[in-house]
């Protein structure tokens, strides 16, 4: 019988769950799998409905691995993650989403870089997924490591770790923001002098959304947290711009086919990068390449228009809620 290793530093595994019964046996079994195991995991289930507490409880986990489940209903991701970083009982906190897949020596890689100076592991995200939609989805929006200044990256928290004496310092996660929270979390570690460092081989798989609805429902949600959180304004006034631009051009394209020209030549400069992943994930998609190369344009004006709805939606809460945010903020 191979014997458990643990992470050099003690380190706390936490994440939270609602309704996750589908995606739970897949997920613990990942974390069953990994080359060097937290000491602790502790879970906070927001008042999940269906079988997922029951799953987490009947879990074997690996021997000397301490576990805490807790069921806090109504609490939104960023409360439970706040109340699990509270209970956990090691200065490091690993972070990840029950819908994630983990790496074999994802905690390994994670954590090494608290050996030195960091105060916070920046691990990266690849995409996967059992139906179509959710490997076409997925292989069109997850950037390339290519595509990532490791300076300047803002993790996801499916892939991340930090001392919890700067979780503590930041205020915790934003408990007012319902999406989006992550992102607020990082400016914030990143305001306070947090050193972070980016570890590109430190990977969780996710899958995304089953299908366009649910992907645009996803980007409206994340759009509105935008817009809630007064993140990234420039980038969607932008959008704005350019599906304005591009709606000018068609309307004049009947004076002259150059205006047309125009519109063809800056539509394929837009896409060109989500092509591109398409075609790095070739040998993932298979047979299905063509068809995802080709959906390309739907996935992304769908996206985009979600974002496009969503965005004005939080800033009327913004505006609506002044003395919330700007007290939490």
Known sequence: ??????????TSLIFTVLNEELAMAEFL?????????????????GGSSD?????IRRWTPPEGVRVQVVVTPGANISAGRNQAIEMASNPII??????????QRWLERLVRPFSGTADVASGF??????????????????????EVDGESFLPSSRSIAFRKSVWDE?????????????????????KDGAVFVFVPDAIASWNARPSLRAFAKQYYRYARGDGKSGLWRRRHVARYGAYTLGLALVAAAW??????????????????????RVVRARHSLGSETAR??????????????????????????????????????
């Open 1 to 10: 019988m191979t014997a458990v290793r643990f992470v050099p530093t003690p």
């Open 94 to 103: 690993a972070v990840s989403d029950a819908g994630a897949t983990l790496d």
């Open 125 to 146: 995200f690849v995409s996967s997924g059992a139906s179509f939609w959710e490997r076409a989805i997925g292989a069109v929006i997850t950037p390339a490591l290519s």
């Open 29 to 45: 079994k990942s974390i069953h799998a990994l080359s060097e195991k937290p000491q602790e995991i502790v879970v906070v289930d």
């Open 51 to 55: 079988a997922t507490v029951e799953i």
């Open 170 to 190: 930041a205020g915790g996660y934003p408990e007012w923001l319902d999406y989006c929270e992550d992102l607020l979390f990082d400016l914030q570690l990143k």
């Open 292 to 329: 995802v190369f080709l959906l390309v344009p739907v996935i992304v004006v769908t996206g985009d228009i979600a974002k496009m709805a969503g965005y004005p939606a939080g800033l009327s809460w913004r505006s609506r809620n002044e003395q919330l945010w700007q007290v939490n903020a």
């Open 255 to 276: 004076l002259s086919p150059w205006f047309l020209a125009v519109l063809l030549g800056g539509v394929a400069a837009y896409l060109a990068k989500f092509l591109r």
